[in-house]
């Protein structure tokens, strides 16, 4: 009888374990909340039965009955250092640079990931089994925060799996989400207590609390990021470790991602950025990691934090005030973007009266209603959003915002992406759209047409002088019509036409930022000038080819592939091309053209060389680098621990060059 309580008992703990995984760290449950609980219930039942059988790492264990008396303080095995923090992209372009130099010749991988604004703490495994949690503390001694932690649903009180570390400690962000804190609120109010100010505030004053069973009607969460003392782990870099920590149960950090070059990982730091509102936590920051762990132990650490890494950070500032009404406006890819008009608000010392709301889905998420009092935020570069409404402060049964579904400019029928969250205006003829793609084209960091503000784009378009980019370039036939214009007199005209024809030698990373093409922005259009000259080079250029360039990938090649070949795309170009604006990037200097169309990836541990000098080399040369190896790749620079991509290289019969082999290759050219 026993045994076979025992063997049920395991059982019910190994489906919780298996459940609680697919719930926490994969969300895609496979069963409801109420099938999930007849599990508990069984397993509880069981164990008060037989309570002999209890274990310490049953997850009926994750609550425990009475508070403890105080928070015991318990040495850290390995110290858990602050991390060099900076508001400057400067500053971590030359953290960048001194850890290249410090890893000369190398190749590294560079992790960007967000920096969660929460709680940090370590959570220790021994055997598989859930031993300690403590806080961060002075960075040398935590307190014991065990008793929380383990009512935590991310956090696995036994890891799942065979072959487990002896010892695992991993570390990572106990946080609160926005709208977990909406909800909190809401009981606070009900129940006549105070409320709380933010998310980070109550994460942090619960995980010390003495009693778990406040800490377990919170709902707290935990990511985790980082490594301490470890036995017998199997990843040898960071997002491998990730991996393997996902696989034990536990929750790694999500939307992180490594890239072979510090550009490239920026140019994706700004992208994150840009989709912070989407998150339901709290983000201070994001975090540039060295990838490799062999390369972080060599870098080491300073007394104060670790050369590995560096946060980028910006300063917050959050307001409350009323909602007062909610708009919707038409940008330049036909995008509907719902605005709120706000109570004006000091934000930054700023008077703030307007935050965006992004999308449909973003106002459903949040809950937003018109009446409503809302949470502001304004970091660093990122324009004013709302974080959550304030549902405590609800007055009445507001009503619904529906997202409308013509356009309000031009009353055409809206579409949603497929698969994406924004609604937009097909028409492209729409006057809006058209409105504010004139407005960027002539911007300073597109086209910079001197004298083509806003109040006149308004004008030139509604007066139907401008309907495409081509259009202004023949407004220097149309001056009659300029100076029928609103207070457009000689002088302003001459001065406007001037600018249009001083733009056309602009460039194509200029006109290719210009041109409103979905996913390039202005370090995209840079790049792809850089790697293909011209526009008849990118429009000769596949999918694969646009998608084989670093810092691109294949959604923006996709996007750059299609604006090129459909009708409307084809047609702007055509346009511009018979009005002689200029197609081709400005020339680097060329040492010699004895790599003229040939392409080069380059991998391993270079000695002579750093990677970006190689490359520079290269192009020099009048060669392209490509960052992984294919039937296209004509040769393969590679140095010490070449790995996957020489194995590659040598089953396409492609060229291997040493350093020396290539540094040959280039004293044999010709002077250019």
């Not at 059982?11 to 298996?18: D, S």
């Not at 990730?242 to 536990?250: K, M, N, S, V």
């Amino acid at each position: 009888m026993t045994a076979s309580v025992e063997q049920r008992i395991e059982e019910l703990r190994k489906q919780i374990r298996h459940h609680d995984r697919l719930y926490y760290v994969e969300a895609s449950p496979e069963i409801s909340d109420t099938e999930y609980d007849r599990l508990l219930y069984a397993l509880e039942e069981l164990e008060r039965e037989h309570p002999n059988l209890i274990a310490p790492d049953s997850p009926t264990q994750r609550v425990g009955e009475q508070p403890v008396d105080h928070l015991p303080e318990a040495a850290h095995r390995l110290p858990m250092l602050s991390i060099e923090n900076t508001y400057s992209i400067e500053e971590v372009q030359r953290w960048a640079d001194r850890t290249i130099k410090s890893l000369e010749g190398e190749g590294i991988e560079w992790v960007v990931e967000l920096k969660i604004d929460g709680a940090a703490v370590s959570l220790i495994y021994e055997n598989g089994v859930l031993v300690q949690g403590l806080t961060r503390g002075d960075g040398t001694t935590g307190s014991d925060i065990t008793h929380n932690v383990r009512t935590i649903g991310d956090v696995p009180l036994r890891l799942v799996g065979d072959n487990l570390p002896t010892v695992l400690e991993v570390r990572g962000e106990i946080f609160m989400t926005n709208s977990t804190l909406v909800a909190l609120n809401q009981r606070q109010q009900d129940s006549g207590e105070s409320l709380f100010a933010n998310p980070r505030n109550v994460a942090s004053g619960t995980i010390t609390m003495l009693d778990p069973r406040v800490c377990a009607e919170r709902g707290l969460r935990m990511f985790c990021h980082g490594t301490g003392h470890c036995e017998g782990i199997k990843a040898t870099n960071y997002i491998e470790f990730l991996t393997e920590i996902g696989g034990y149960g536990l929750r790694p950090t999500p939307h992180v991602a490594a890239f072979p070059t510090i550009d490239a990982a920026m140019v994706h730091a700004e992208s994150v950025i840009e989709q912070l509102h989407e998150l339901d936590f709290e983000v201070d920051g994001l975090v540039i990691k060295v990838n490799n762990f062999d390369q972080r132990d060599r870098l080491g650490n300073t007394s104060k934090s670790p050369r590995w890494v560096i946060a980028y950070k910006w300063e917050k500032w959050e307001a409350t005030t009323r909602l007062n009404e909610i708009i919707v406006q038409v940008g330049k890819t036909g995008a509907i973007t719902p605005v709120a008009n706000l109570e004006p608000v000091e934000l930054d010392r700023t008077i703030v009266s307007r935050a965006s709301l992004h999308n449909a889905d973003e106002v459903r998420r949040k809950d937003v209603r018109v009446g409503d009092v809302v949470v502001v935020e304004k970091a660093g570069r990122i324009i004013p959003h709302i974080v959550r409404v304030e549902q405590h402060e609800r007055k009445g049964d507001l009503p619904v915002f529906e997202f409308p579904t013509r356009c309000p400019e031009c009353e055409t029928e809206l579409v949603q992406d497929e698969g994406g969250v924004y609604i937009r205006c097909p028409n492209l003829a729409c006057p809006a759209q058209v409105k504010e793609r004139i407005r960027y084209f002539a911007s300073r960091k597109a086209m910079d047409i001197e004298g083509l503000g806003d109040k006149l784009v308004d004008q030139l378009v509604s007066g139907e002088l401008v309907a495409t980019y081509g259009d202004l370039y023949r407004l220097k036939d149309r001056k009659d019509d300029l100076l029928a214009l609103e207070r457009m007199g000689e002088k302003s005209a001459d001065n406007l036409l001037a600018g249009i024809e001083a733009s056309r030698d602009r460039g194509l990373a200029s006109l290719l930022n210009a041109l409103s093409i979905r996913h390039v922005g202005t370090t995209v259009a840079s790049v792809l000038a850089i790697q293909f000259s011209s526009i008849e080079s990118l429009e000769a250029a596949s999918v694969e080819e646009l998608a084989d360039v670093n810092e691109i990938g294949g959604i923006i090649a996709e996007s750059v592939h299609s604006f090129l070949h459909d009708e409307y795309g084809s047609e702007i170009i055509d346009d511009l091309r018979s009005l002689g604006i200029k197609m081709e990037a400005e020339q680097p200097w060329l040492a010699s053209d004895i790599f003229a169309g040939s392409s080069f990836v380059v991998t391993g541990k270079l000695i002579k060389y750093t990677r970006d000098e190689i490359q520079d080399l290269i192009r020099q040369h009048g060669g392209k680098v490509s960052s992984s190896v294919s039937a296209k790749t004509d040769y393969l620079v590679a140095g010490e621990k070449a790995g996957s991509k020489l194995a590659k290289a040598e089953k396409l019969g492609i060229q291997v060059l040493t350093e020396d082999q290539f540094e040959a290759l280039i004293k044999s050219a010709p002077p250019s």
